[in-house]
C-alpha cells in the first residue's frame, strides 16, 4: 500500500536528495481532499508538467486558475533549482488519465504506449505526485542545469521512497487524453550533457541512473579528463628539405669526384 507521505517526509526526503526547499506558507494542510471528498492515495507515480507560465508559485501553491482550484501540484520548481513546497495532500495537476497509460506506469513497463481515451480512464489527481516545473513551454524557455538537477533528483527521491523504478516517472503528455503538450523545450545541461531537448525516456534514464546512486550522490559535471597526446611531429619546412637536399647533393659529388 502506498500511502502518500506526510508533510515532514516529504520535505526530508527532498533534503536527503539534495534538493534545495522551501515551504509555502500553510502547504501541510492544504488540499483538494475535503472539496472533492477523494483524499489523496494510494500513490503510484509521479507526474511531471511545465507551467506554461513564470512567477507561477502562487498560482501552483494556493491560488490555482479559473475553474482549477488551487493547489496545482505537490512541488513548485522554479528555474535556479528551487522547489517550493505546496501541497502534500489532494492537488489538481494531473487531470484525467488514459488507462491504459497510466497502468504502464502502475506495472513499470518498459515502455509506455500512448494515452489512448478508449482504453478507460483514471482520476491522475487521486494517485499522482505532481511536479510543475517553471517553464513558458514554448520550446524556447530553456529548462537551466540546477532546475534539470533538481528536477531529477525530485523524481529520484519518490521513486527511493517507495522503491519504485523510474518507470514509475511519468510526463503529463504520456498521461493526459485533454491533449495536454507538457513537459517541453530545452534544457541547458546535465551531468556532463550540454544542451539537449527534454524527453520522457531521456528524464528516466537520468531518474534510473540517479537511483543507482545513494541519495547523496551527484553527477559529475565534467568531462574525466583524457591523456594529452604527444605534439605530432612538425612536417620539414620547404628550407630545411632544400638544405637536406643540398647536403645529400654534395656528399653525392665528394663521393663521385
Ligand atoms: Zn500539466
Same mark, same amino acid.
Given at each position: 500500500m502506498a500511502a502518500p507521505l506526510t508533510a515532514s517526509r516529504l520535505l526530508a526526503i527532498l533534503k @536527503?536528495?539534495?534538493?534545495? #526547499? @522551501?515551504?509555502?506558507?500553510? %502547504?501541510?494542510?492544504?488540499?483538494?481532499?475535503?472539496a472533492t471528498g477523494r483524499p489523496f492515495g494510494p500513490v503510484h507515480m509521479v507526474l511531471n508538467h511545465h507551467t506554461a507560465g513564470s512567477n507561477s508559485l502562487a498560482v501552483v501553491a494556493k491560488n490555482g486558475v479559473a475553474g482549477l482550484p488551487g493547489p496545482l501540484a505537490h512541488i513548485h520548481l522554479a528555474k535556479s533549482g528551487l522547489a517550493t513546497m505546496c501541497s502534500a495532500g489532494r492537488a489538481n495537476h494531473a487531470g484525467t488519465m488514459a488507462r491504459n497509460a497510466y497502468d504502464s506506469f502502475l506495472n513499470e513497463k518498459a515502455t509506455h504506449p500512448a494515452p489512448s481515451k478508449a482504453s478507460s480512464t483514471v482520476d491522475g489527481n487521486d494517485l499522482s505526485y505532481g511536479i510543475e516545473t517553471e517553464n513558458l513551454g514554448n520550446g524556447k524557455d530553456?529548462? #537551466?542545469? @540546477?532546475?534539470?538537477d533538481a528536477w531529477v533528483r525530485i523524481n529520484a527521491a519518490i521513486c527511493r521512497e517507495y522503491d519504485w523504478s523510474a518507470e514509475s516517472v511519468g510526463c503529463h503528455k504520456e498521461t493526459s487524453i485533454e491533449g495536454k503538450i507538457d513537459p517541453k523545450g530545452p534544457v541547458e545541461g546535465y551531468g556532463t550533457r550540454g544542451r539537449f531537448e527534454f524527453t520522457p525516456g531521456q528524464f528516466r534514464r537520468d531518474v534510473a541512473?540517479?537511483?543507482?546512486? @545513494?541519495?547523496? %550522490?551527484?553527477?559529475? #559535471?565534467?568531462a574525466p579528463p583524457t591523456t594529452p597526446k604527444p605534439p605530432a611531429p612538425k612536417p620539414p619546412t620547404d628550407t630545411e628539405r632544400i638544405t637536406a637536399l643540398e647536403k645529400r647533393m654534395s656528399a653525392l659529388e665528394k663521393r663521385t669526384s
Open positions: @536527503a536528495e539534495g534538493v534545495k #526547499t @522551501a515551504e509555502y506558507p500553510d %502547504w501541510r494542510t492544504r488540499g483538494r481532499d475535503a530553456v529548462y #537551466t542545469r @540546477a532546475q534539470y541512473e540517479r537511483l543507482k546512486h @545513494a541519495a547523496s %550522490w551527484s553527477p559529475a #559535471t565534467t
